[in-house]
């Protein structure tokens, strides 16, 4: 969503004179693409909470930015998230700020959720994989926003049965206006195809797409806004 920003008297020569009209271009970028999104849309939004909690492996801006929208949209509480992040000042940090649980353990993660949700880097993802594999159950949910990491990836490190969702969410989801692309592994129902759409809905608008066209997305909507965010600064720097 568009969020209006007070636009203060400036010296072109200060440093941070672009800040609020990048920030109000920025804003309204992305309410513009994702309101021609939306359209695109057809069933409404449904208040549903998750039941069961949410386990987030890496703590870093997506994640946190996730977790913004669900306690904000009233999906979860926050005694149901739990983070697992290997910086001890960044779960100190979403502790305090988000009142959810931590731990640097993976493996205390796993036995108390029922959804887990990658939220690494890709180079990451397979160490993650490798550490979860013997503890993971076919009754939990994995959901992987690691950029260029297909479900048959994912999968291979996995028992069978496990069911597993690829997302691609991009950079408009730090204001809550993102656009999140999802994508079933073979395991995966359309039930936890609905809960994977609640948790991405808290934080902007969803589509399913076959797994063929999860690059192009990556390329185009989750890469797509930070070129239109440096174009807008260009502009803005005259």
């Given at each position: 969503q568009a969020r209006p920003v007070l636009i203060i008297p400036f010296k072109k020569n200060h440093h941070n004179w672009r800040l609020p009209v990048f920030s109000l271009s920025y804003s309204f970028f992305s309410a513009t693409i994702n309101f021609a999104f939306c359209l695109l849309i057809e069933s409404p939004k449904e208040e549903v909470m998750i039941k069961g909690s949410l386990g987030f492996i890496g703590g870093g801006n997506m994640g946190e930015a996730i977790i913004k929208g669900l306690l904000k949209?009233?999906?979860?509480?926050?005694?149901?998230?739990?983070?697992?992040?290997?910086?001890k000042e960044r779960l100190v940090y979403l502790r305090e700020t988000y009142h959810i649980q931590t731990t640097e353990e993976i493996s205390e993660?796993?036995?108390n959720v029922q959804i887990i949700l990658i939220a690494v880097k890709p180079q990451?993802?397979?160490?993650?994989?490798?550490?979860?594999?013997?503890?993971i159950t076919p009754q939990q949910l994995l959901v992987?926003?690691?950029?260029?990491i297909s479900t048959q990836?994912?999968?291979?490190?996995?028992?069978?049965?496990?069911?597993?969702?690829?997302?691609?969410?991009?950079?408009?989801?730090?204001?809550?206006?993102?656009?999140?692309?999802?994508?079933?592994?073979?395991?995966?129902?359309?039930?936890?195809l609905k809960v994977a759409e609640t948790l991405f809905k808290a934080i902007g608008e969803t589509v399913i797409i076959p797994e063929k066209l999860m690059n192009a997305v990556t390329g185009l909507s989750g890469s797509g806004p930070a070129y239109v965010a440096v174009m807008i600064e260009a502009m803005a720097d005259g």
């Open positions: 949209a009233d999906v979860v509480k926050a005694k149901q998230v739990y983070v697992c992040d290997i910086r993660l796993l036995g990451d993802v397979s160490s993650v994989l490798e550490e979860i594999k013997d503890k992987s926003i690691a950029a260029g990836y994912i999968e291979s490190f996995l028992p069978e049965g496990i069911p597993v969702i690829r997302v691609m969410p991009n950079t408009p989801a730090l204001v809550l206006a993102g656009m999140s692309a999802l994508t079933p592994g073979q395991f995966a129902t359309d039930e936890h």
